[in-house]
């Protein structure tokens, strides 16, 4: 009995301590089976994956100028945000950008309002930095595309940094992947530290990058898009809003106004813009890039938008194949109801506060009486380039729509009041962007085209080079005569009066601006920089636009005109820079605009 | 083979282990002869304990209790009788009832599956198609001393269904039919035609001034008279689409038997459920008649191999058939209907070609026209066991091992096509006829199926022994289970060592401790194993010297449990979901990019959420007190009560973790809940005078959970936060009124979906920000899951008749109306009955609903206080009354019982929803209600 119950002891305490190959014996069973999942080893070990994750990176990272559905599902942005400020009134009451007009912007709408690519900037930069980290460890590429892949990871980094910037003002600089298990309360930067980061790697990409690619590449960011980048960024950075000694409201802690402003003005911010303005267009011309004046003064400049891949981009948005206007976004929402046979289009019409920045031809001021009984010939005396924006009543848009007809009753002044359609408020709708060449007939599937958001285009430079060597200088010289004038030139305008004086120049030379960089997402961010969009007619104050009449309703030979206001404005000071979303500052780690 | 040697190795060391804590070997066991219901065996996890042995908390109902509703579903039959388990109905149409199960509530949110575990014979499988005459009884396993031993598939509970087993004696065949018919219970209350167009044109007024309204005089007066049927028709779709009854019918044939070589019982059972819809397929050659219908085959047989050796094999399986027609599944029809407005378009056109109109089409015709929807399932379960005695090596000791393959796949084979339809305008001189669709054949599509597998493998050491004054049971086993599923998923495989063992002393005190050593494919290779150990002691204070033979206590035992069990299911699809393998870093492709002047487009490839290796089960910690007594001896009394408390639940950190991370939160472990409740029961046993008999039982249990924590990003206001709450409280906004007048309107917060009028919802402002928004959304109301749950059986037998009634009651509970049916013409759709109650200036002090309104309006419909209703209700769930043949009567048709019967299946309801819903569903196919004959016989 007990030798029994010994030898069960003892073979008990032997096969006890084989209880540890227990779990690898049944941790087999329990085994994932192999499948071909991909890891960031993957992805990082040949070049055709190294691919995927650059497009990815170009994916996130470009932002949209025309208005569609971002990535993340954030909803469709119906209007572009020219109709948040004075260049233009969507067609629809409801649109997004609606609310900058109503001053109806707060730390809980911000995201869904103006700012959809919130979160997917931040997911744009870890993609860039991933890269960046990677991809020097991979055998198999070459030196060349090495550089070229760090160069467009830092160019898109840069991006979305200076994206950031221009919205909200000092940023969460993140320069590596973040892990769980880093330290997350990473605390905005100043001014002076945000600018210097994007500055540098704008100016690490400048040395990496190409000059040009093959044309299976276009649409990578070339040396040219981290100059461009360059430019602007220096231009912001030392526009009033940020050059300043005081910020335009004050922080609740006087230490934090660093992140919001500089806190001195310094002018040789100006210099530095002016300069990163003269290398660009210096590189563009050794490299191909040049203003599209070759089509005669009343067709360059459409040419420059209607053509995908022109000599004059420098970098577009290409992450949308060919769609028509029937598809959701782009054209849907620019085209103009009654430009097509549905009623869903959305579109914009120009205000006349903006018009009044059209010159004549020969360069004097167009004065708009209140009323007049003929308005073709005036529109046709106008800067060339107003022709080719909007589609002006009673003049040809396309073989479909001609003429336009934006009177009082015609196609394109309304269609079903009941239905909650706008009647047209001011009888210019704009059509830059849209092909003339798309067919907008209801039954087929309509033509389709490639929207190309451009991004960065030569002619911005003249004009920032323009601007920054008279804001530096005390009164403008030779080169920014000839920086605006050439601008003049293509659009068929005589070049400016010489003798201007500093302030003068500077009118002219933000008009100019205007005018040319109508609707590129650009003005939204002016007004901004420029402080001047508390100025009445800008943000704020009585909007106008027309009432067209013709003659005789079937066989119109003139409109009439009658100027109305159709709304009254408001900005208030905080919106000179964007809220943080709520929930964000809520976490603790980010200091909040003021006035939100 | 290598494996099996091993594992035979690893049962034996752990059946040493337990038995080197015994000094003493067996003396002759003492047999008890108390016919005390305290000796029945009860199941338990892969055992059977008899009653006053078991201290953890078990509910159990005897498979001759579940045959009282009509239903082919085995779920619903489940309604009440187990005390802690909750029974949700999704629908009522036969073959698609979406019914789900909860024991003790739901204690996880989120991405955490709330999925009981439910085994058959001890093996997952198809527990919905079985039916009552096939089962034996039905536990619930509830506190953790009796799941443990599930490990991770055990924190939501276990229902462990046990089949029928022949026994020793004579063949028995018995065969029994139940033929009824079935109504609809609850139809949606529209309005007829006369009455939409009065109040639509009250609407057009509220809307765009007076004098917009849309029909005249003539127009409702035609209504009324129905003098125009094809330009003025009134049309109950209901009406036209159902028809009044339906029949059900069941019809079962068992042999059992045995003697001491073998023992069998088999079964053949065939159910046959008819739709509600009008029987489509006998008036068009293109549908068929809606209607569901399986046979049930089961055969278990226990063999004696020779003295030591047993074997039992078990094998059961169903054949399911359905067909339905015009589309899928009923929901489509049924939303259809309850949208279409009365006055839309008459059935018929005056061509006898169906009607519609530019939005709608023809209910009736898309039965008839659109195809035939037809699927076939079979159920196999198969389970070949083989038990040795090993009596020779210790007194007691038996070894089992145990096979199961248990399969499921469906079918479906449809036959579609469309048809021509007609929308009719009025024209001077003729008729317009507007066509819509076209008229093609069927055409086949045989493509879609579904499909599960699984194959287990157990294997048991059992240890059964009482000698003087201990009971010893001890039970240790091996399982390993693979299931497969269709679709793109990894097969779901789980591994463990688990173990029980139950003492106890001269029948008084009792111990047991059970323990798991569970494993799962879904973590990181390390931490894929756990230990689920739990404890339990129970005292039985009826054999104790002060109160043995007390006449008033005839049994109480007292127990208490504690232990820890785990929950490894979570969502890997729909929303919110997780990765099915979250330890491995995915990369996904994702839209494209365009490079090059030729517009070529690129693929991209993203980071998903960052790998987390930590990922683990959730953990559950559960504690039981119990007691249970008899008193008087006729009177049965239980009561539960526990606490548990749940953590490790995946939740994403969204209170700490910043945006500028740059990727999407993964899934932690952090999430914690609490849930409390109990369980109590009474039952009343009597026999009269030999000739009446009495049982009234009635079992009420209740529990209530709680979010302890769930990193919730920080919100705005207190009252927004989910922790605290129950899971899945509702939030909304709560109504307080109708606007007045203008002034009313200017002197109240601005609501900012619409520009309200009078008569529109007015909304609480919670936060005094003077506008009604998101964040005016506060805790309303109570969750679509019942915290209270009753359910009443009485049954009494005289002489030869018997009856029987069945109540269930549940309380605590939300319901929301909406569809169509309720908002008032919304989307294009009808006006319910709920709709007269509607405010106009003149009823303002009374109205119970807002103005009527033809626009979509944002403001009046969202989910507010104004559309909840209480969803408690008591149902009468069956009422049987049945006769009993006299011997004398039978013994000339070779019978040796007869009984014939009447039976009624939801005949009851109270509920406080005013009639416009069934407590239980929403939109669908109606709640049935069932009247039905019978008769059982048995041969000699």
Sequence with gaps: MYMKKIIYIIVSFVLLFSFASCEQMMGDFLDKAPGVDVTEDTIFSTKTQVETAVTAMYRYGMHSVLPRQELNYTGFQYAPLAAGCDECESGKPWPDPQKWNVSDITAENITSVEDRRFSLRFIAMRKANIVLERVDAVAELSADYKSQVKGEALFIRALNKFEMFKRYGGIVIVDKKLVVGDEFAIPRSSIQKTVESIVADCDLAITLLPNVYPATMRGRATKGAAMALKSRTLLTAASPLFNAATPYLPMENADNNKLICYGDVDNNRWTAAADAAKALIDWAAENGVKLIDDKGVDASYRYVFEVNDNAEVILANKMQGAVGTYQVGPWRFLVPFGFDSRTWQVGNQMTLNFLKKYEKKDGTAMVWDNTGSSVMPLFDNLDRRYMQTVGSVGTKWNDQINPVRSDVGGDQYWTDVAKGNNISLTGMWVMKFVPQSMSLKDGTNGQQAMPNDIIFRLGEAYLNYAEALNEFNSAPNADAYNAINTIRARAGQPSLPNGLTKEQFRERVRNERAVELYFEDIRFWDIRRWKIAEDDGVMKGDFYGFEFKADNFDAPTKYSYEIKKFETRTFLPKMYLHPYLRSEVLKGYIVQNPGY | ?940
């Design chain 2, 1 to 940: 083979m290598n494996v099996i040697t091993y594992i035979f190795k690893r049962k034996v060391l752990v059946m040493l282990a337990i038995l080197l804590s015994f000094n003493t070997i067996a003396d002759a066991q003492k047999l008890l002869t108390d016919t005390l219901k305290q000796n029945q065996k009860v199941e338990i996890g892969f055992g059977a304990q008899p009653l006053w042995l078991i201290s953890s908390a078990v509910s159990n109902v005897k498979g001759t209790e579940l045959q009282g509703q009509f239903t082919t579903n085995f779920t619903t039959r489940l309604h009440g009788k187990l005390a802690g388990l909750s029974v949700v109905t999704g629908s009522t149409e036969p073959g698609n009832e979406n019914m789900t199960i909860y024991g003790r509530g739901v204690n996880t949110f989120g991405v955490g599956g709330k999925q009981m575990l439910v085994l058959i014979d001890g093996v997952q499988g198809n527990y919905e198609d079985l039916i009552p005459e096939e089962v034996e009884s039905v536990s619930l396993l509830k506190d953790a001393s009796a799941t443990a031993i599930y490990g991770s598939r055990g924190a939501n509970g276990v229902l462990l269904v046990t089949t029928k087993r022949g026994e020793t004696g004579k063949l028995k065949v018995s065969f029994s039919a139940q033929y009824g018919i079935q109504q609809a219970a609850a139809i949606p209350k529209l309005l007829d035609s006369y009455n939409y167009a009065t109040l639509y044109n009250e609407a057009l007024v509220n809307d765009f001034g007076a004098g917009k309204e849309k029909y005249t005089a003539t127009d409702l007066t035609k209504y009324q008279d129905g003098s125009d049927p094809y330009f003025h028709p009134n049309v109950n779709w209901h009406n036209e689409v159902l028809r009044k009854s339906a029949p059900i019918s069941n019809y079962n044939l068992t042999f059992t038997g045995g003697n001491s070589t073998v023992k069998y019982f088999v079964l053949l059972n065939q159910q046959s459920n008819k739709s509600l819809y009008k029987n489509t397929g006998d008036m068009s050659e293109f549908s068929v008649n809606g209607s569901y219908s399986r046979i049930n085959f089961r055969s278990n047989v226990d063999i004696q191999l020779n003295k030591t050796l047993t074997a039992a094999v078990t094998i059961g399986g169903t054949v399911v058939d359905q067909a339905n027609p015009g589309a899928l599944s009923t929901y489509g029809t049924f939303n259809a209907m309850s949208k279409i407005a009365p006055n839309a378009f008459p059935v018929y056109n005056p061509n006898a070609s169906f009607s519609r109109n530019q939005l709608y089409s023809n209910p009736l015709g898309d039965l008839m026209n659109n195809g035939k929807f037809t699927s076939n399932g079979r159920t196999l379960q198969s389970t070949v066991g083989l038990t040795q005695e090993l009596d020779f090596i210790i007194k007691g000791l038996s070894a089992t091992a145990r096979a199961s393959f248990n399969s499921y796949f469906l079918s479906q084979s449809n036959l579609t096509r469309t048809y021509r339809s007609y929308e009719i305008k009025e024209a001077p001189g003729a008729l317009i006829y507007n066509p819509f669709g076209i008229s093609v054949g069927l055409s086949p599509n045989e493509g879609s199926s579904d499909q599960y597998r699984n194959t287990t493998f157990q294997g048991f050491l059992n240890y059964d022994r009482t000698f003087e004054k201990h009971t010893v049971s001890a039970m240790a086993m091996y399982n390993q289970d693979t299931y497969t599923i269709s679709g793109d998923n990894f097969p779901s495989t789980h591994i463990n060592v688990s173990g029980r063992a139950t003492y106890a002393y001269d029948q008084r005190y009792v111990a047991e401790v059970s323990m798991a050593y569970m494993g799962s494919e879904k973590y990181a290779p390390g931490k894929k194993f756990g230990y689920f150990p739990a404890a339990s002691l129970g005292w039985i204070v009826s054999n104790e010297d002060f109160l043995k033979g007390n006449d008033a206590i005839n049994y109480l035992k007292v127990r208490g449990s504690y232990g820890l069990v785990g929950n490894d299911q979570y969502a890997t699809s729909g929303t919110p979901r997780a990765t099915a393998f979250m330890y491995e870093q995915y990369y996904n492709n994702y839209s494209n990019y365009y490079f090059g002047t030729t517009q070529a487009s690129f693929t991209t490839l993203v980071q998903g959420s960052p790998a987390n290796n930590n990922v683990t089960w959730e953990k559950e910690k559960s504690m039981n007190i119990g007691i249970e007594a008899t008193i008087f001896k006729n009177i049965n009394i239980s009561f539960d009560v526990f606490n548990r408390n749940r953590y490790d639940i995946l939740i994403q950190p969204n209170s700490t973790t910043p945006d500028f991370m740059g990727f999407t939160k993964p899934y932690l472990n952090l999430g914690k809940t609490n849930s409390k409740g109990f369980e109590a029961s009474i039952a009343y046993d009597k026999t009269f005078n030999n000739d009446f008999k009495l049982n009234a039982e009635l079992s009420v249990w209740s529990s209530n959970n709680e979010i302890v924590y769930n990193a919730e990003a920080i919100k705005l206001y207190d009252y927004q936060y989910l922790t605290g709450k129950a899971i899945d409280q509702p939030y909304g906004l709560e109504a307080i009124g109708f606007f007045k007048d203008a002034a009313d309107i200017t002197a109240s917060p601005k609501q900012i979906w619409t520009n309200v009028k009078p008569g529109d919802v007015k909304y609480k402002d919670q936060n005094g920000d003077l506008k009604i928004d998101g964040n005016d959304q506060i805790a309303i109301g109570t969750t679509y899951l019942p915290d209270f749950n009753a359910g009443l059986n009485i049954s009494a037998q005289y002489k030869s008749f018997d009856l029987e009634v069945f109540f269930q009651a549940v309380g605590n509970r939300t319901v929301t109306l909406g569809g169509n049916d309720i908002y008032a013409f919304q989307n294009n759709g009808t006006v319910g009955e709920i709709a007269l109650n509607r405010w106009t200036p003149a009823t303002a002090a009374t109205a119970t609903y807002p103005r009527l309104t033809t626009l979509n309006d944002d403001n009046n419909y969202r989910y507010s206080t104004l559309w909840q209703r209480d969803g408690s209700f008591l149902k009468m769930r069956n009422v049987e009354f049945g006769y009993t043949l006299p011997k004398s009567v039978i013994s000339k048709l070779l019978l040796s019982t007869a009984r014939v019967f009447v039976n009624g299946t939801n005949l009851l309801a109270f509920d406080k929803l005013e009639g416009y819903r069934d407590a239980e569903i929403g939109i669908g196919y109606p709640a049935t209600k069932s009247v039905s004959v019978g008769l059982k016989v048995q041969f000699k």
